[in-house]
């Protein structure tokens, strides 16, 4: 029999469950919790109730969004036919962050991967392919990430949108090959854009 209140166990045990986050140190997250006034508690448990309830993905780019059309896809500034296709919204921030990219972006919520019984109806492809096939694009721009999963995603992507004739490319990576989109340096995410090949 546990020594600790099960509702203390069960605040472990949800935090055991968030990614990256063993059981020790769910442990140190669930005491630190309990030592919060009811005040911050309860702002803390309202930031998630709240996260959950108003974000929602763009019915564009699905993007996670507050709004129905996220900000970047209502940009008229910004070029719709140019799409650059991210694995997660990770993506979008470093490409944002290099400040070179004047389109707007797809992304797919993860990669194509087998052995964690990720398929291509998992992630929004099918929504990718809508926008290709309704004409909005002039150019896919896929920037995967440069790893195994990442260029499966890539060239599952280009067979399946090569048929409606758009341009497709991919990023030139300087970024390590197995390495992460969030990770590259604003100069390096630059240089990739600006350097982007024919893909098919
Ligand atoms: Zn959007």
Redesign the pocket.
Known sequence: MSVLPSSFETLIDKFAALPGVGRKSAQRLAFFVISMTDETAQSFADAITDAKRTIRE?A??C?L?EDE??P??SNTRRNPRIVCVVSDPKGVLAIERAREFGG??HVLHGTISPLSGVTPDDLRIRELVARVADGGCDEVILATNPDTEGETTARYIARLIEPFGVRTTRLAYGIPVGSSLEFADDATLTRALEGRSEYN
């Open positions: 763009c564009v780019c993007n969004s059309v996220c970047v896809c707007v972006y």
